[in-house]
């Protein structure tokens, strides 16, 4: 079973403060995800990486950043927390099909919900 | 611009009845349409997939069928249980992108 595992279920944090959210997955996926999810938005494509040390940018990268050390390891950090960055926080992962970077099943991490005040 | 509707928001039904969530994409070109299911406080889990050459597929209770012409698919849920009680979410694949429903919201009710 794949399996996706995220530091954190809860976190409250200061705005200014930066935070570190993990996320870790034992498959050996090349393709890992950070999203957040919002009620009435969905879910929202933050970053992706596709490779060791490779990331690109989703559809609202702005406020954060990320790393990819390892390959099982893909971590999101906002530099400067603000409250507008208060939500859930999903890290996804799947294989890469030669066809196009964003490939097959995406198997998700429980969430981190994040709260800034 | 790539977008995927899904119907209704949210939906109460009794336990033991029927019911069909919709979703309608304009992502082009197609590579194929992903149901998931999440529960409160978890992550989406896929239920089934669906590549342009079907239109129906079922896992247990849940079937969903594609209409690649008109650009709709439907998942439906038979016998509802309690523990269907979720969000139901539709991502659809281009070539190189995902598109992302916002979800129906399900509540099955004793």
């Known amino acids: 079973d794949v399996k996706v595992t995220q530091s954190s279920r809860y976190l409250v944090k200061r705005t200014g403060e930066k935070v570190f959210l993990e996320c870790v997955q034992d498959?050996?996926?090349?393709?890992m995800f950070w999203y957040r999810q919002d009620p009435g938005l969905g879910l929202r494509l933050i970053y992706f990486s596709y490779d060791v040390k490779m990331k690109e940018k989703g559809d609202i990268p702005e406020g954060y950043s990320v790393s990819r050390e390892k390959k099982e390891r893909f971590s999101l950090i906002l530099e400067s927390a603000s409250t507008n960055q208060t939500s859930m926080y999903l890290c996804?992962?799947?294989?890469?099909?030669?066809?196009?970077?964003?490939?097959?099943?995406?198997?998700f991490g429980p969430g981190t919900r994040l709260t800034v005040t | 611009k790539n977008q995927v509707e899904q119907s209704p928001q949210s939906l109460i039904i009794l336990e033991g009845k029927n019911c069909t969530l919709q979703?309608?994409?304009?992502?082009?070109?197609?590579?194929?349409l992903r149901w998931y299911k999440q529960d409160t406080g978890r992550g989406p889990v896929s239920l089934t997939i669906?590549?342009?050459?079907?239109n129906t597929k079922s896992n247990g209770r849940y079937t969903a069928t594609l209409d690649a012409d008109t650009k709709q698919s439907s998942l439906h849920i038979t016998a509802s249980q309690l523990s269907d009680s979720a969000s139901y979410i539709c991502?659809?694949?281009?070539?190189?992108?995902?598109?992302f429903g916002k979800g129906t919201m399900l509540l099955v009710s004793p």
């Open positions: 979703c309608n994409y304009t992502v082009s070109p197609f590579s194929n």
């Open positions: 996804a992962s799947s294989l890469k099909l030669s066809s196009g970077r964003v490939s097959y099943e995406q198997y």
């Open positions: 669906m590549t342009f050459s079907e």
């Open positions: 991502v659809v694949k281009g070539y190189s992108t995902l598109t």
């Open positions: 498959m050996d996926h090349e393709n």
